[in-house]
């Protein structure tokens, strides 16, 4: 755990994979790292993240201020399962280490910004009832809009914020 917030979160350091260099691999390895494939609710497929970073509509951003990625964040603006006005949050993460200190907001911020770029009206986001992260949408300007049971059994909630123009 790092002792003091060293961490200067900006436009510098949280980029988009199709902007740099920097491979889908990674982030690929940061979202199926052991920890974080235990608290998100989707398995994360390389594929889906090859698809985001080629495609105009979707977008991958990351944090890395010390080389390694330690936040990650998929958007889509378009998708067959969205309304025309909504884009989706399909995937945020933060390293354990490194919570609570405003990269999943500021992440956010950035996929916010994308959306609104697209015209969006609206930003939703699946996840867990039970998860803690339940609290983290809330407490950026998020709320419940919906429920439903997965195939397993598991009760979600869908979170969504309006966005202004
Ligand atoms: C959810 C997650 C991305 C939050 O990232 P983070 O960088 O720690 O969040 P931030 O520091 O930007 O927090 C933003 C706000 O959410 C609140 N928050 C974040 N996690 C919280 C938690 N577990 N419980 C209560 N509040 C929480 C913060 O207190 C902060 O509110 P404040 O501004 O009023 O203080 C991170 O905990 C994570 O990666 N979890 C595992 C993966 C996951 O669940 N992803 C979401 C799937 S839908």
Redesign the pocket.
Known sequence: MPTTVDLQISDFLVKSISKSERSVSELNSFFNSNQ?KS???WFTHRDTLERAASRPDRRLFYFAPHDAII?GLMIWCESRVLDQTEAQ?R??????D?????????LVKKAIEFAKEHNKESII????AE???V???E??GFHKVDSYFTNGGREMYQMERHLSK
């Open positions: 974080i608290e998100l609710h936040g949050i995937l945020v993460a933060v390293s354990p490194y919570r609570g200190y405003g990269i999943g907001q500021y986001a699946d996840v867990a998860a803690p992260a609290q983290f949408w407490a950026i």
